[in-house]
């Protein structure tokens, strides 16, 4: 089978253990996966991997065997009271996996102090080779996109810049026009999936569809093919789909599938260049 440059985020499966991940990943057609390491939330699922272990020795093996890579690991919560220096650890084995980012949302009121904590990431990231990728969704204090853009360009930092999800851009009231003027450094990722035209009317509404309530891409309402010409033409490209209502092999395929018809269609299609774009992190042209 033929690789699309294509990432499976864990979300997708997450009841998969991260081997298993690969291995349907693989078989899918998906050229890398993003793992779980951290909970999302409070006693949530997660796959902690550490440099030096058997799991950890067997994990490599099995990314080898399958000629799967590792795109990132998730997920850090920026909250008033996080211990950066404690993920040292976990920045490790992300780096001895070959991973290339991790995924950060903002869940502290003070931006003063977030940025300083996004800041402090980077600069641990950093020693490991690591981006860091503040991810924006609607219910956490950093819920938009103009927030996240402000810590990451406040912080300052060369490997500090936003992950991009479909699904929450519009859930918070953004549009693939926002993206356009943004520099290309700010934009190296991104999570496709697709959801029905009409919005959440609550919050619990809201988180239930982004846990449980997408759709392949291209088989819903969202405007990805705005959002795709909006993206710098080397964004990093995953699929976060969880959908329970398919049997997980099912499921996975179905992502991989369904992003691939996309992709082709948006490729056959005029694609329009981004415009105005500011080719340095200091500021936007007009």
């Not at 996996?97 to 949302?105: E, R």
């Not at 930092?157 to 693939?176: E, F, I, P």
């Not at 969202?222 to 969880?242: K, Y």
């Amino acid at each position: 089978m033929t690789r699309m440059v294509l990432g499976l985020a864990h979300l997708t499966a997450l009841e998969l253990s991260p081997p298993a991940l690969v291995t349907e990943a693989a078989r899918a057609g998906f050229a890398s996966v993003g793992l779980r390491v951290v909970p999302a939330t409070t006693g949530g699922p997660a796959y902690p991997t550490q440099v030096g272990t058997e799991t950890h020795r067997a994990l490599k093996q099995i990314l080898t065997a399958e000629g799967v890579g590792v795109s990132d690991i998730e997920f850090i919560q920026l909250t008033p009271e996080i211990d950066v220096q404690a993920f040292a650890g976990v920045f490790e084995a992300a780096a001895d996996l070959g991973a290339i980012s991790v995924t950060v949302s903002g869940d502290d009121h003070d931006p003063a102090r977030l940025t300083a904590h996004f800041a402090e990431l980077c600069d641990l990231a950093l020693v490991f080779g690591l981006r860091v990728d503040l991810e924006f969704m609607r219910w956490r204090a950093i819920g938009t996109l103009p927030l996240a853009l402000a810590i990451v360009r406040q912080a300052g930092k060369s490997n500090g810049a936003m992950l991009v999800d479909a699904l929450h851009l519009t859930r918070s009231g953004g549009k693939a026009a926002d993206l356009i003027s943004i520099p290309d450094e700010w934009l190296r990722a991104a999570q496709i999936c697709d959801a029905g035209a009409c919005m959440p009317t609550t919050e619990a509404a809201i988180i239930a569809e982004a846990r449980e309530g997408r759709l392949p891409p291209g088989e819903g309402a969202l405007p990805l093919g705005d959002l795709l010409e909006a993206l710098p033409a080397d964004t990093f490209l995953s699929v976060e789909m969880p959908m329970p209502a398919l049997e997980t092999r099912v499921r996975i395929a179905a992502a991989f599938d369904a992003t691939r018809r996309l992709l082709g269609r948006q490729s056959r299609g005029a694609m329009r260049p981004r415009q105005h774009r500011e080719n340095s992190s200091t500021g936007y042209t007009t």
